[in-house]
Nanobody, 124 residues
């Protein structure tokens, strides 16, 4: 069992930056692929970014490419999402997730463990 806790959310103006962190406990995440998803009110949960266990590959949703960066620190059992040039449409609850898989990381069905989420609000 992997327990995930997100932090770093908050309120920011459009054009600003935020860094989210996901701290894992229970097991090392070094053999898990890690992802970030988000869900806005009334919308389905949407893929944001993922990084495979070896850190050799990263993946991004089209709406965040060039603005968001995912990284991981296996020694600290943490994953980070740096969000720059934020837009009001980035407003959502952001979730961290862990997957045993190295494929299909854009699909939430391949993830085994989820955090409770952290709210990000971008004002215009």
């Amino acid at each position: 069992q992997v327990h995930l806790v997100e932090s770093g959310g908050g309120l920011v103006q459009a054009g600003g930056s935020l860094g989210l962190s996901c701290a894992a406990s229970g097991r090392t995440i070094s053999t898990y692929s890690m992802g970030w998803f988000r869900q806005a009110p009334g919308k389905e949960r949407e893929f944001v970014a993922a990084i495979n266990w070896s850190r050799e590959s990263t993946y991004y949703g089209d709406s965040v490419k060039g603005r968001f960066t995912i990284s991981r620190d296996n020694a600290k059992n943490t994953v980070h999402l740096q969000m720059n040039s934020l837009k009001p449409e980035d407003t959502a609850v952001y979730y961290c997730a862990a997957s045993h898989k190295w494929y299909g990381l854009m699909d939430l069905k391949f993830y085994d463990f989820w955090g409770q989420g952290t709210q990000v609000t971008v004002s215009s």
